[in-house]
């Protein structure tokens, strides 16, 4: 019986592994058989490995038309992307069709990084928790804490951003104040007006969280996803055996500790504010009459469309003047949330967004593992995604810092998992 549930585990694990390959091999060849980005570092010597693969398989990756991937985009992700671990993902909000999936490990293409690697969201995840708090009147427009250059909680001081203080939500988002977000996500867990117990109170957390698609497979059709981790009670009873409290999970109020996403989710989350509260599951094959509902049924997050307008306000404003501001530009109306997650090597840069503010045309999410602060490589891969898609084009001044960043390498520093 064990050895037959051992061969059972590894036929599945070779028929994942068969689907993975045949969805990087459509991915890679869809990058390099579009021309305009093929040209963009001349001489590449993968080049004709992906044209070799071309026709091997069979006609659907000769054609990839089944796929609803943007042929430039793709492209152009595939070759930014280069010799970093991470993943780009873009989304087209109105349907859930992925228009770009581009992923990187020092071993080559995985597409485990976009869909199945659980990571810290670092303050991406402020603007679901904006959104959380505000539907739980834990807070309004209008609160405020204090904040100079960061805070002390017991005997941990936890630093900020340079920013005037007092700080309100709208600006609380736009220059990512870890003090705003840790106050009110604590004190939402220690309402005890509101929330007979914190159990309740992290439950009530927990089901608006999940309701934008965070912590859960979201049901991609690709095999493989994974949900990652968002806390609840029994897992907190678990984890810290009964004992903790609001200052035990204060971490995920920033998007650090016990709160890992996958970049599909934060991609997914930036499609979900796009749309003023509802997303559809991502897709990247086109649909069929099988997957028709599956891939066309809106899902309705809890928060109410009243609480959206301000988080968006504060998504604006840290492109044109908070912690994105180096990527802001009159081209277009981006809203994003930068990322860092502190890491034992160099953090990583992490960057969620979409375009335009009003009628959005695209989601993303740029997660660069040892990539910095959000604002030094996630932010302005994500803006020349973003250009790419909405104008069709780079400008010439774009078109120079994609070469610059295709041509950056960071593949120094070992990935934790590899330390061990
Ligand atoms: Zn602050």
Redesign the pocket.
């Known amino acids: 019986m064990y050895l037959c549930n051992n061969n059972e585990n590894n036929m599945r694990v070779n028929v994942r592994q068969q689907q993975h390959r045949l969805t990087l091999l459509l991915l890679g060849l869809i990058a390099f058989t579009t021309s305009a980005w093929a040209q963009l570092q001349p001489g590449d010597e993968q080049l004709p490995r992906a044209t070799a693969t071309a026709s091997a398989p069979g006609p659907r990756v000769i054609t990839g038309s089944n796929l609803t991937i943007d042929r430039k985009l793709q492209s152009l992700a595939f070759s930014l992307i280069k010799g970093k671990q991470g993943s780009i993902i873009a989304i087209d909000p109105s349907n859930g069709e992925v228009l770009c999936m581009a992923t990187n490990t020092p071993s080559g293409e995985n597409v485990d990084m976009a869909i199945a690697s659980a990571l810290e969201p670092g303050s991406t995840i402020k603007v679901a928790q904006a959104l959380t708090l505000l539907s739980c009147y834990e807070v309004d427009s209008e609160s405020a804490v204090t ?1 100079n250059r ?1 805070g002390y909680y017991g005997r941990t001081h936890v630093g ?2 340079r ?1 005037k203080s007092p ?1 309100k939500l709208e600006d609380a988002i736009a220059y990512s ?4 977000f840790l106050t009110y996500f604590q004190a939402m867990i220690a309402d005890r007006v509101n929330y007979a117990s914190q159990d309740e109170a992290l439950t009530t957390w927990d089901r608006y969280m999940r309701s934008m698609g965070l912590g859960s497979p979201l049901g991609i059709d690709i095999p493989g996803e994974r949900g990652g981790l968002l806390p609840d009670v029994d897992y907190m009873n678990r984890r810290y055996k009964n004992h903790w409290n609001e200052r035990t999970i204060m971490w995920v109020g920033m998007g650090q500790g016990d709160l890992l996403l996958t970049p599909l989710q934060l991609c997914n989350l930036a499609a979900s504010i796009a749309n003023r509260g509802w997303y559809i599951t991502p897709h990247i094959h086109k649909l069929t009459a099988a997957t028709q509902e599956q891939y066309t049924t809106r899902h309705e997050t809890e928060v109410s469309p009243l609480f959206y307008p301000i988080v968006i306000d504060g998504m604006r404003k840290a492109v044109t003047s908070g912690t994105a501001a180096g990527i802001n530009t009159k081209a277009y109306t981006l809203c994003g949330k930068t990322g860092t997650a502190e890491n034992s090597g160099k953090d990583h840069s992490i960057f969620i967004g979409f375009a335009p503010k009003d009628q959005p045309k695209i989601a993303v999410a740029v997660y660069i593992m040892h990539g910095g602060f959000g604002a030094d490589l996630a932010a302005p891969i994500a803006s020349l995604i973003v250009e790419q898609y909405l104008k069709g084009s780079l400008s010439s001044a774009s078109q120079a810092r994609a070469k610059r960043i295709a041509a950056k390498r960071l593949f120094a520093a070992p990935t934790p998992e590899a330390k061990k």
């Not at 104040?177 to 705003?180: I, P, V």
């Open positions: 904040c960061g900020c951003h920013h700080i104040c870890n003090t705003w």
